[in-house]
């Protein structure tokens, strides 16, 4: 009886310290999700309080850091946000790309542009799809005044995923910035079809219509930023003004300068060379040369006008006939852009179907597809 009783007792203090010395059970999906929308709500310590409470050895311990990283940067708590980015890189998991942009981003807005670089550098090794990571390496680029390089990294991102918004905008803006408006017009034109409703669309077009009106811009000797104008007729065209006169046939009744100038552009550029090797050429001009040629060309310009216009705006908040026939063509035509490219997945480059997540991250490069049977066939790659 006694050896019973010393047993009990002994499981009894067993059992005590282990509830004593073991962390609580917790769901942390839940709380990192409470997290998040804590932050969402600016409710930063909240949030932050939160994301602590994953144990290290949960299976989600890498996504609360990374949450923990994003929302110690928006405090400027860069220090705590810089920790807990490298602790989650660690370890490889889900998030590893996350949490390179989370450090990258932690960085650059403590004024480590420089180590910022070096992280995206890294990522991009492990990560060479990723158009965030181009992205925000093009940030940290033009942070430190190296445009050329900022420009480059955008194009990258553009190229790696074409509805990626930020990157147009910031590549239309270096554009006009630096003496190309044809570019930025091309560029920041495209940010408005996938951005109307952005509180960056009235600022983009009124920076558009300055660039291409504006002497100030027109005169200005071009900036040595890595450009080769591919449209050096059409540039002088815009930089004449022709399409300010009265006489200037209009095919839209929106008759803003800035309308004019991308009418005008849209008229005139010629036809792509085969193969060439310019990021607009490639990238933009088949796309709005079929646009004018072919397209709902009116409609369009009430669609990008609409941040800024009465008459425009209330067309699209109430989903005109107009604005849903432009933004069916520009859903196609832009999505046959972002679908079909140039990959080296059969070991010489040929276009190939590319596919990706609802995030924009690309999950898949196929050779070729049966768009009726919806199949996939020869080489891929998935992600």
């Known amino acids: 009886m006694r050896i ?13 310290l282990a509830q004593s010395t073991l962390p609580p059970l917790v769901a942390s999906g839940t709380l990192i999700g409470e997290g998040v929308k804590l932050h969402d709500e600016k409710k930063y310590d909240e949030a932050i309080a939160r994301y602590r409470l994953v144990s290290r ?3 989600n311990y890498a996504w609360a850091l990374s949450e923990l990283s994003l929302t110690c940067t928006a405090q400027k708590d860069y220090e705590k946000a810089i920790e807990a980015a490298r602790e989650g890189l660690k370890t490889n998991t889900a998030f590893t790309q996350d949490l390179y942009l989370k450090l990258g981003n932690a960085l650059d807005g403590a004024g480590q542009s420089e180590k910022a670089l070096t992280v995206y550098k890294e990522g991009l090794e ?22 050329t ?28 910035e630096n003496g190309y408006p044809v570019q930025g017009v091309l560029s920041l034109m495209t940010f408005l079809v996938l951005q109307p409703e952005s509180g960056q669309a009235a600022p983009a077009l009124v920076f558009l219509e300055k660039f291409t009106t504006d002497e100030k811009y027109l005169t200005a000797a071009r900036q040595p930023v890595g450009i080769t104008d591919a449209f050096p007729e059409v540039t002088r065209l815009v930089r004449s003004k022709l399409a ?12 803003y300068k800035a309308v004019r100038q991308i009418q005008l552009v849209l008229e005139k550029l010629p036809a792509a060379p085969q193969n060439s090797g310019d990021f607009w050429v490639r990238t933009y001009a088949p796309l709005y040369r079929k646009l004018w040629q072919s397209g709902p060309y009116e409609a369009f310009t009430y669609y990008i006008m609409a941040p800024v216009d009465n008459a425009a705006a209330t067309k699209y908040k109430k989903d005109d006939k107009d604005i849903r026939l432009f933004r069916d063509w520009a859903a196609e035509a832009f999505s046959q852009v972002n679908g079909y490219k140039k990959s080296k997945i059969t070991g010489t480059e040929t276009i190939c179907r590319h596919l990706y997540y609802s995030s924009g991250r690309l999950r898949m490069i196929a050779e070729k597809e049966d768009e009726k049977k919806k199949i996939y066939t020869g080489a891929f790659e998935s992600y």
Not at 126 to 140: D, I, M, N, R, T
Request: a positive charge; charged letters at 20%.
């Open 4 to 16: 019973l009783l010393t047993w009990l007792v002994a499981g009894l203090s067993l059992s005590c």
């Open 57 to 59: 050895n949960d299976t």
């Open 126 to 147: 492990k990560f060479p799809h990723s158009h965030q990571l181009y992205y925000e390496q093009g940030v940290a680029l033009e942070r430190l005044k190296r445009t």
């Open 149 to 176: 390089e900022a420009i480059q990294s955008f194009q990258a991102a553009i190229d790696r995923y074409f509805f990626h918004t930020g990157s147009h905008l910031a590549l239309g803006r270096l554009c006009g």
């Open 244 to 255: 300010l006169n009265n006489g200037y046939e209009l095919k839209t009744k929106m008759g």
